[in-house]
């Protein structure tokens, strides 16, 4: 039996949905299942990168030729479950297949305090935050910053 491999990032998130996935899959689902992390840290780590990881090949063309090591060893990870992907991103060209979303589609926006909507005038639109004036109305307080400043930092006191 082989063992499936989830690539996983050193970040809390991806360490935990791994976690939980496999639990469920050897305990539930009956499947030999390990987590391989990311040997570079997460900051580091491009969608190429865990493309490489992915694929039997070494880059993006998978042309059998000069990109693929050894054609009898498996990837480094066969399965990844965080990896955020536009949805036009095509990733055939790596030999991989994109099997859809876990889960609800990550949204990106400028999401802000619904007081902005009321403010006269209006700031709703990302360009009046090049005013000075405007854009001080959304700084946090000391005291919001003292409260946030210990989630932004990593075990080893960086950002």
């Given at each position: ?27 539930v ?34 042309d ?77 307080t ?13 075990p080893?006191?960086?950002?």
């Amino acid at each position: 039996q082989e063992n499936i491999k989830i690539l996983t990032s050193s970040q809390v998130e991806s360490r935990l949905v791994g976690a939980v996935f496999r639990i469920f899959s050897t305990e539930v689902l009956g499947y030999d299942v390990s987590l391989v992390p990311q040997p570079e840290p997460a900051a580091e780590v491009t969608r190429e990168t865990e493309f490489r990881q992915l694929a039997s090949c070494s880059n993006a063309l998978c042309d059998d030729y000069n990109s693929s090591p050894d054609a009898d060893t498996a990837p480094t990870a066969m399965l990844t479950l965080d990896m955020w992907l536009p949805p036009s991103y095509y990733v055939d060209t790596w030999g991989l297949v994109d099997a859809g979303q876990l889960g609800p589609a990550v949204r990106f926006g400028w999401f802000m305090p619904s007081r902005a909507s009321k403010m006269l005038p209006s700031v709703d639109h990302w360009k009046l935050f090049e005013n000075y004036e405007v854009a001080s109305n959304f700084r946090p307080t000391q005291e919001q910053i003292n409260f946030i400043d210990p989630f932004l930092r990593t075990p080893d006191n960086g950002f």
